[in-house]
């Protein structure tokens, strides 16, 4: 079983050798291999730059999934871009799950920059949020089209919705301004024959049946540092959202190997059983975690894997 095979099986709901792993975003790769991923400018320049950047992040790409055995890999260098959808596909084939991630395709904490406007209008100028999100949507739903034409596996819509107290307005208005623009977003993927992940930070127990409700089939982050406890969540989701995540991401950046060993064998013996999880950490490998600290994870991963297979084959 490859990678792809694994995470899509484990998606789908049916048995698979180990749960998959991969990360939203392996960014210490200096620090791993003495290399740095191409800049931004690179990608924006066009024409034999862009194609050299291309070339070079997919073969950064490649030796961060053999180093860490990932069975899927998400193109957030350049991001939402179906060129480097289609180079991945290219590079890796059928032996790993592809996903493209999508930005501000509905209202999130990243796109709001005027906080008190925004809550105004929330309530005397709701016309005008209405109009926003309609935008950021149809935006969205040309770029999962180009991404998944590309040959995406999977499409992660990344919008923060929650604080560490909570969703970043009530579930109530949730309902009206972002959940109906989410659920289009989420069938578009689903049209392509393609699944839906949604990644958001904090506290988001009092929203996540609306996420449930608008199709999200794979739940990330799962954050513990705001409170959300994965053996909750997966009592909530089973049978209906797989879970990925929930490894705390303070620990990996400055905890003891202790505490994330403790934090990895929670998301693994509550998230695995019954299938629908895939291992990782609670947010990204951002700069700043060490390298040995993501090398412990992984070595308690794959300890707990040779221990207790039969406990996510069941």
């Given at each position: 079983?490859?990678?792809?095979e694994?995470?899509?099986?484990?998606?789908?709901?049916?048995?698979v050798?180990?749960?998959?792993?991969m990360?939203?975003?392996f960014?210490?790769v200096?620090?791993?291999?003495?290399?740095?991923?191409?800049s931004?400018?690179?990608?924006?320049?066009?024409?034999?730059?862009r194609?050299r950047?291309?070339a070079?992040t997919?073969?950064?790409n490649?030796?961060?999934?053999e180093?860490?055995?990932?069975?899927?890999?998400?193109?957030?260098?350049p991001?939402?871009d179906?060129?480097g959808?289609?180079?991945?596909?290219?590079?890796?084939g059928d032996r790993t799950a592809?996903?493209?991630?999508?930005?501000?395709?509905v209202?999130?904490?990243?796109?709001?920059?005027d906080?008190?406007k925004?809550?105004?209008?929330l309530?005397?100028?709701?016309?005008?949020?209405?109009?926003?999100?309609?935008q950021?949507c149809?935006?969205?739903?040309?770029?999962?089209d180009?991404m998944?034409?590309?040959?995406?596996?999977?499409?992660?819509?990344a919008?923060d919705?929650?604080f560490?107290?909570?969703?970043?307005?009530?579930p109530?208005q949730?309902?009206?301004?972002?959940?109906?623009?989410?659920?289009?977003?989420?069938?578009?993927?689903r049209d392509?024959?393609?699944i839906?992940?949604y990644h958001?930070d904090?506290?988001i127990?009092?929203?996540?049946d609306?996420?449930?409700d608008a199709g999200?089939?794979?739940?990330?982050?799962?954050d513990?540092?705001?409170g959300?406890?994965?053996?909750?969540?997966k009592?909530?989701?089973?049978?209906r959202?797989a879970?990925?995540?929930?490894v705390r991401?303070?620990?990996l950046?400055?905890?003891?190997?202790e505490?994330?060993?403790?934090?990895?064998?929670?998301?693994?013996?509550?998230?695995?059983?019954g299938?629908?999880?895939?291992?990782?950490?609670?947010?990204?490998?951002?700069?700043g975690?060490?390298v040995?600290?993501?090398?412990?994870m992984l070595?308690v991963f794959?300890h707990?894997?040779?221990?207790?297979k039969s406990?996510?084959l069941?």
């Amino acid at each position: 079983m490859n990678g792809r095979e694994r995470l899509l099986a484990t998606l789908a709901g049916r048995p698979v050798d180990r749960p998959p792993v991969m990360e939203i975003d392996f960014a210490p790769v200096k620090e791993a291999f003495g290399v740095e991923f191409p800049s931004r400018n690179d990608f924006l320049a066009g024409g034999q730059t862009r194609e050299r950047a291309l070339a070079r992040t997919m073969e950064i790409n490649q030796r961060i999934i053999e180093e860490f055995a990932w069975d899927g890999i998400i193109l957030l260098r350049p991001a939402q871009d179906a060129d480097g959808v289609a180079a991945a596909r290219k590079a890796f084939g059928d032996r790993t799950a592809i996903g493209g991630i999508l930005w501000e395709g509905v209202w999130s904490i990243d796109i709001i920059k005027d906080w008190p406007k925004f809550s105004e209008d929330l309530f005397d100028h709701p016309e005008t949020v209405h109009a926003q999100a309609e935008q950021y949507c149809r935006i969205g739903l040309d770029r999962i089209d180009r991404m998944s034409d590309a040959g995406a596996d999977f499409i992660l819509i990344a919008s923060d919705v929650g604080f560490n107290g909570g969703p970043f307005m009530s579930p109530d208005q949730f309902k009206i301004f972002v959940t109906p623009y989410l659920a289009r977003l989420c069938q578009r993927i689903r049209d392509h024959g393609i699944i839906p992940m949604y990644h958001s930070d904090g506290m988001i127990m009092p929203i996540i049946d609306q996420l449930m409700d608008a199709g999200v089939a794979v739940l990330q982050s799962i954050d513990p540092m705001a409170g959300m406890d994965i053996r909750v969540v997966k009592e909530l989701t089973r049978g209906r959202m797989a879970l990925m995540g929930n490894v705390r991401c303070d620990h990996l950046q400055h905890g003891t190997p202790e505490q994330i060993t403790e934090s990895a064998l929670y998301a693994l013996e509550h998230g695995s059983p019954g299938g629908g999880f895939i291992f990782s950490s609670s947010n990204t490998i951002f700069d700043g975690v060490p390298v040995e600290n993501y090398r412990l994870m992984l070595s308690v991963f794959r300890h707990w894997c040779d221990q207790r297979k039969s406990l996510f084959l069941s």
